[in-house]
């Protein structure tokens, strides 16, 4: 199983289109060790040739310009793809919105939870995808799922699991829904198997807190893509770029005592990897003390093409 990080950033990118703050001004002046990143997406595939995307970043277009695994092939059809599903783990921009570059005709499949689906389907520009060649096919939670696109199996086999999350920010004003860190659906988690192999791993990309439940599951797994927006919980409100906390987004952060890095210290996880990474986080910065710090702590930072073959 051939897995690529298409974007390792999470909402706005690195940089971030208005961000002047000092991590977006230095990846935009590109100083060393300030690499830029895309929005929030991963690429899987059982077999090099037909891939399912995880998440579908506004960025998407970039991505596949960057990534010739995602090309139509030259010898095939005048019109084709190798992307063959998308699967979508909650409703917000960064990971949605990237549907709409593949409008044009070519068939694939959409695959999210139900909640996530409803909100896919409440908004009608996503039918640029057309759903009768584009199908949507709710991910059930807590059982394993062969993916397949119109009949053909992809050679992987996904489990989503809810995890601790919110609403899509866009929809926060429009919900009575208010408690943030519910465990409703609308954020998911996905362990991804190889079929034929049973080889695996885990794309937490948003996540509130790390429960017991979410710990039971991953314990002694080989590898995680997990969510490392923000590195301390205020770190946006004292850069002066917004006034709201991690854990008022739903994510939890990468250090303090409720933070990531303390509560994988002991789930023997082997291969850890941060993605889904804001602008204001230090890590970012190949040489700050907070990355070393998450380096000690057995910590991958994810880039755009970082590539991992299980
Ligand atoms: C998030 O991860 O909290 C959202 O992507 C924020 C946003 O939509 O800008
Ligand atoms: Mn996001």
């Given at each position: 199983?051939l897995?690529?990080?298409?974007g390792?950033s999470?909402?706005?990118?690195?940089?971030?289109w208005?961000?002047?703050?000092?991590m977006?001004?230095?990846?935009r002046?590109?100083k060393p060790?300030?690499?830029?990143r895309?929005?929030?997406?991963?690429?899987?595939?059982a077999?090099?040739?037909?891939w399912?995307l995880l998440?579908?970043s506004p960025d998407?277009?970039e991505?596949?310009?960057h990534?010739p695994?995602?090309?139509?092939?030259a010898k095939?059809?005048?019109?084709?793809s190798?992307i063959?599903?998308?699967i979508?783990t909650?409703?917000?921009?960064?990971?949605?919105?990237?549907?709409i570059?593949l409008r044009e005709g070519?068939?694939?499949?959409i695959?999210?939870?139900?909640?996530?689906?409803?909100?896919?389907?409440?908004?009608s520009?996503?039918n640029v995808c057309?759903?009768a060649?584009?199908?949507r096919?709710e991910?059930?939670?807590?059982?394993?799922v062969?993916?397949?696109d119109h009949?053909?199996?992809l050679g992987?086999?996904i489990?989503?699991?809810?995890?601790?999350?919110?609403?899509?920010l866009f929809?926060?004003?429009?919900s009575?829904?208010k408690?943030?860190?519910?465990r409703?659906?609308?954020?998911?988690g996905?362990?991804v198997?190889?079929t034929?192999?049973?080889?695996?791993f885990?794309?937490?990309?948003?996540c509130?807190?790390?429960?017991?439940?979410?710990a039971?599951?991953?314990?002694?797994a080989?590898?995680?893509?997990f969510?490392g927006?923000l590195?301390?919980?205020d770190?946006?409100i004292?850069?002066?770029l917004?006034?709201k906390t991690?854990a008022?987004m739903?994510?939890?952060?990468i250090?303090?005592s409720?933070?990531s890095?303390a509560?994988?210290?002991?789930?023997?996880?082997?291969?850890?990897?941060?993605?889904h990474?804001?602008n204001?986080?230090?890590?970012?910065?190949?040489?700050?003390p907070e990355?070393?710090v998450?380096?000690?702590?057995?910590?991958e930072?994810?880039?755009d093409?970082?590539?991992?073959?299980?």
């Open positions: 199983m897995i690529k990080v298409l390792a999470a909402g706005g990118g690195f940089p971030q208005n961000c002047n703050g000092p977006s001004a230095s990846a002046a590109r060790g300030f690499a830029a895309t929005q929030s997406s991963l690429a899987v595939s077999d090099g040739h037909r399912v998440n579908c998407l277009r991505q596949i310009a990534n695994e995602l090309w139509p092939d095939g059809p005048l019109r084709n190798p063959k599903a998308v979508v909650n409703a917000d921009v960064d990971h949605i919105i990237g549907l570059n070519t068939p694939f499949t695959y999210g939870s139900e909640r996530v689906l409803a909100t896919i389907n409440a908004n520009v996503f057309n759903p060649i584009v199908p096919l991910l059930p939670l807590d059982r394993a062969a993916i397949e009949g053909e199996t992987l086999t489990e989503a699991f809810a995890v601790p999350g919110k609403i899509a929809l926060e004003d429009s009575d829904r408690s943030f860190g519910s409703d659906g609308d954020t998911i996905l362990k198997t190889e034929a192999t049973g080889r695996f885990y794309y937490v990309p948003g509130a807190e790390v429960d017991v439940p979410l039971d599951r991953i314990k002694g080989p590898l995680i893509f969510d927006t590195y301390t919980d770190e946006m004292r850069q002066g917004l006034n991690g008022r739903g994510h939890i952060s250090s303090g409720n933070g890095m509560a994988f210290k002991d789930l023997d996880v082997k291969r850890k990897i941060y993605v990474i804001n204001s986080n230090p890590v970012l910065d190949d040489n700050s990355r070393k998450a380096e000690k702590a057995g910590w930072v994810g880039y093409g970082m590539e991992i073959r299980i």
